[in-house]
């Protein structure tokens, strides 16, 4: 059973570009978490999807930033006109919903921003 | 999410018990415990997770407290691969992360 697969794992761009992170799941798993995690620091929540659904964007900063898990296909990330204050890692995870509580999260190995 | 503190770092001898403590004096009735780690720069790793009774797997044990005020992770025989930032949380849905503990297991 593959785990959650992030790629890609090391992008670079320049400011004003956009990139594009994709998240695969585990299989059998419907819902996924985005975090991101600055140099030094702790991991921080953005965004909380499920397939087709928003759950919680509470995290996501309210401009550039935007995410999706559609129906087919990977979770995506998408930051529009980067800047360098997006440099960072950016973990996703999944989960099977599991009664009242989220149980255990897989996370994927994360993908590196760096906006020269 | 009910906040949570941790020491911010500890060190732990290689092959003893590493008894890591979190305060979460304010956790609802709902709010499950939950451990991760983070070693160097990977992705988090599920560790353990409670509501209110102890727990063991085959990775380490959790000890609650009675009041669910606090909670301890305890790795039994700690190795060189166990020293990461250990996160504990207190949450019914989304995971807060907060600093978490740096554990250095030492030679």
């Known amino acids: 059973n593959a785990g959650v697969m992030q790629n890609p794992r090391h992008l670079v761009r320049r400011r004003g570009q956009e990139a594009r992170l994709r998240c695969s799941p585990m299989?059998?798993?419907?819902?996924v978490y985005w975090y991101r995690q600055l140099p030094e620091e702790g991991l921080k929540f953005m965004v909380y999807l499920q397939k087709e659904n928003i759950i919680d964007e509470s995290g996501m900063p309210k401009e550039r930033f935007s995410a999706e898990f559609p129906k087919e296909g990977p979770s995506i990330l998408r930051i529009q006109q980067v800047v360098r204050g997006d440099s960072a890692a950016y973990f996703c995870?999944?989960?099977?919903?599991?009664?009242?509580?989220?149980?255990?999260?897989?996370f994927g190995e994360g993908s590196r921003l760096t906006v020269l | 999410d009910a906040k949570t503190t941790q020491p911010t770092s500890m060190d732990c001898a290689e092959g003893r018990a590493a008894n890591l403590p979190c305060n979460h004096s304010t956790i609802s009735g709902n709010e499950y415990v939950y451990w991760y780690r983070q070693i160097h720069s990977q992705g988090p790793q599920y560790i353990i997770h409670?509501?209110?009774n102890n727990e063991t797997n085959e990775m380490a044990s959790l000890i609650i407290t009675e009041d669910r005020k606090s909670s301890t992770l305890i790795l039994p025989h700690a190795t060189l691969r166990d020293t990461a930032v250990y996160y504990c949380?207190?949450?019914?849905?989304?995971?807060?992360f907060g600093q978490g503990t740096r554990l250095t297991i030492n030679p």
């Open positions: 995870a999944s989960f099977r919903l599991a009664g009242a509580n989220t149980g255990e999260l897989f």
């Open positions: 949380i207190a949450s019914a849905q989304k995971l807060v």
């Open positions: 409670g509501l209110k």
């Open positions: 299989k059998g798993h419907s819902h």
